[in-house]
């Protein structure tokens, strides 16, 4: 059993990103909540999704019961938690697309190194850039979760888009270009490590 629950711990995660963005985006369900509550609601969420990918690597690591399919799983949850995330800032109008989409390119290099290098039967886990990168898209959006409902307190808007004051997206926007930069170069250790099986 303890061999399968940093899995489970990975399955969790993805399962609660539908949760997360239902209760971020305004929908005629939500929009009868408060834009505090949502906000509070879907941060708590993406914190407890956040802290299943701390607890998973440290339990397969503690009871030696790291598996391929963990090294598999675990970074593909972590990039479909984020990049939902993120595309639920850019459809309330918080960021711009551009980062987002920079970040995307990025881990779709990364993923095909990875498929490059299964293919010479090696398995790619996440390194250590890997993991800082992640964790500092958790802190990003974490610290954007903190400054939408510091807003939502002050101002007390019905939805995002009744927000209406300049300079609300300079801090989500400033903030998620520096995670892209970050993203970014993060990238080049696993080209590094993985280019020799691009040759030829």
Do not use: H
Not at 67 to 83: E, H, N, R
Not at 180 to 188: E, K, L, P, R, W
Request: with cysteine; hydrophobic share 55%; glycine share 8%.
């Amino acid at each position: 059993m303890k061999k399968n629950v940093p899995n489970i711990l990975c399955m969790v995660r993805i399962i609660l990103i539908p949760f997360i963005l239902f209760f971020f985006i305004d929908n005629s369900v939500t929009l009868s909540m408060s834009m505090t509550t949502r906000i509070l609601v879907s941060g708590i969420l993406f914190a407890v999704a956040m802290f299943t990918d701390i607890f998973d690597g440290r339990i397969a690591r503690k009871y030696d019961c790291v598996t391929s399919f963990g090294k598999f799983i675990d970074p593909i949850a972590d990039k479909m938690l984020v990049l939902s995330v993120l595309a639920a800032y850019i459809q309330c109008g918080l960021i711009n697309v551009w980062p987002v989409l920079l970040i995307l390119a990025r881990e779709f290099f990364v993923t095909g190194l990875r498929l490059m290098a299964a293919g010479n039967g090696v398995v790619v886990a996440a390194n250590i850039w890997g993991k800082v990168k992640t964790f500092s898209q958790g802190l990003s959006i974490g610290a954007i979760y903190f400054y939408l409902l510091g807003f939502s307190l002050a101002g007390r808007p019905e939805s995002f888009a009744s927000v209406d004051i300049a300079g609300f997206t300079v801090f989500p926007s400033v903030m998620i270009w520096i995670v892209a930069a970050f993203t970014v170069v993060s990238a080049v250790p696993y080209y590094k490590s993985c280019r020799k099986y691009l040759r030829g």
